[in-house]
């Protein structure tokens, strides 16, 4: 299989000897691995429709990149990456540090996972490393925009380190024009320590032509806390697979996401939530409308080790077909292994109720405006969640537009 120039990897400098190992073996996974199938349980219903040597790999931004502006006051730090490269990263808080880092570090990403993962660990070249010292407060958001300017593959890496008792949020931007035909391979990763706390808001907007196939790992400590919130609406093929291991005693974690796709649009989540330890907690909850000949499908998997005794977990996946031509997949699953436990999940695939218009219709409303009351409400509770409340209403304006748009075009 053609695979794009290894030579490459000589780009990155100054890494360790364990770090250009760890680029070998990547390199020979790289080499030995074929492009996945929905034949495969963890692509099903995914055809991938390109090869990863149709691309090659983005070339260094150009001067005229613009850069983050360092003057904002709306963040704690503010990092920018363009094309798989860092252009910016500053923190402004004492106790945070927000900088480029060469790749080639361990991740927590295996990197013989699949033909990207080993891609990643192959071409990502440098990092934008985020840390907050023990039992530092950061008020104000980190805020790291990433984007694609390219037609080419690149391997942004985000790595976030949260110490013992500290507490940040974070909000990844994710973006790319309409024409540029991109393949991404984003890895964002995070350890939070003892009694401490992550939130993480990932706002996709990848162009219409933009493959993105995303990783999110994130290991919690005792006592500690993960919010992670995703918001989907770009992509060609726009791909999240997220595994959070609640590795401390006590440790909890809440996922909430929001996604809508249109036209031909593939937006596929996979998210694994593995309960390590005993007395943790996590929930799940997901939102999802597709229309035209969009494709959604959400895959969960609550892992319960025999350890995690006492574990409280359960995930919710609700989804609106609005099209005859749309379609959304829904697979909930539990793996067991405590016997002690609390565990349960609930989905749903289904269109409009023909109740609820009736109703809004009795009310004074035309059919079109109680379809979109209809809309903007199932959103509603999702987008109501999410842990940055600044979000909130241009999220919801934008999902609420999405449909108005279809309407306007007569595809709804």
């Not at 509603?380 to 600044?390: D, M, S, T, Y």
Request: a negative charge.
């Amino acid at each position: 299989m053609p695979i794009m120039d290894l030579s490459a990897l000589l780009r990155a400098s100054g890494e360790s000897d364990d770090a250009l190992a760890r680029r070998e073996i990547a390199r020979e996974h790289l080499a030995s691995y074929s492009m996945p199938t929905g034949r495969e349980e963890v692509w099903r219903y995914v055809d991938l429709d390109f090869a990863l040597g149709d691309f090659e790999l983005a070339p260094p931004p150009g001067a005229d990149t613009p850069p983050t502006e360092d003057e904002a006051t709306d963040a704690s730090a503010r990092a920018q990456i363009v094309d798989g490269a860092v252009v910016a990263a500053a923190a402004r808080a004492d106790g945070l540090r927000c900088e480029r880092v060469a790749g080639g570090e361990e991740s927590l990403v295996p990197a013989d996972m699949d033909i990207f993962t080993a891609a990643h660990d192959a071409f990502c070249s440098e990092w934008v490393e985020i840390a907050v010292d023990k039992g530092k407060a950061i008020e104000l958001p980190v805020v790291v925009d990433v984007s694609a300017l390219s037609s080419a593959a690149s391997f942004p890496g985000v790595r976030v380190d949260v110490a013992d008792g500290a507490e940040l949020t974070i909000a990844i931007r994710l973006d790319s024009a309409d024409d540029v035909a991109a393949l991404v391979v984003p890895h964002i990763e995070g350890r939070v320590g003892a009694n401490a706390n992550l939130t993480v808001v990932v706002d996709q907007e990848w162009g219409r032509q933009t493959k993105a196939i995303g990783q999110l790992v994130f290991s919690v400590g005792r006592d500690s806390s993960i919010q992670l919130a995703e918001a989907g609406l770009g992509g060609a093929l726009a791909r999240w697979q997220l595994n959070i291991k609640l590795a401390g005693q006590g440790s909890n974690a809440q996922v909430i996401g929001a996604y809508f796709g249109d036209r031909d649009q593939t937006l596929d989540y996979r998210y694994v939530m593995h309960h390590a330890a005993p007395n943790t907690h996590s929930t799940m909850f997901l939102k999802g409308a597709v229309e035209d000949e969009a494709g959604s499908i959400f895959t969960g998997m609550i892992r319960i080790d025999e350890e995690a005794q006492r574990t409280d977990a359960f995930q919710t996946n609700r989804n609106l077909i609005l099209s005859d031509g749309a379609s959304s997949q829904s697979v909930p699953n539990l793996e067991i292994l405590a016997n002690d436990v609390k565990c349960g999940h609930a989905s749903t695939v289904g269109q409009l109720d023909p109740e609820q218009r009736y109703y809004l219709m009795s009310r004074g409303l035309d059919p079109m405006r109680a379809d979109r009351l209809q809309v903007r409400g199932f959103f509603q509770e999702a987008l109501n969640r999410f842990p940055v409340p600044e979000m909130v209403e241009p999220l919801r304006e934008r999902f609420y537009q999405k449909y108005l748009d279809a309407q306007a075009g007569g595809r709804v």
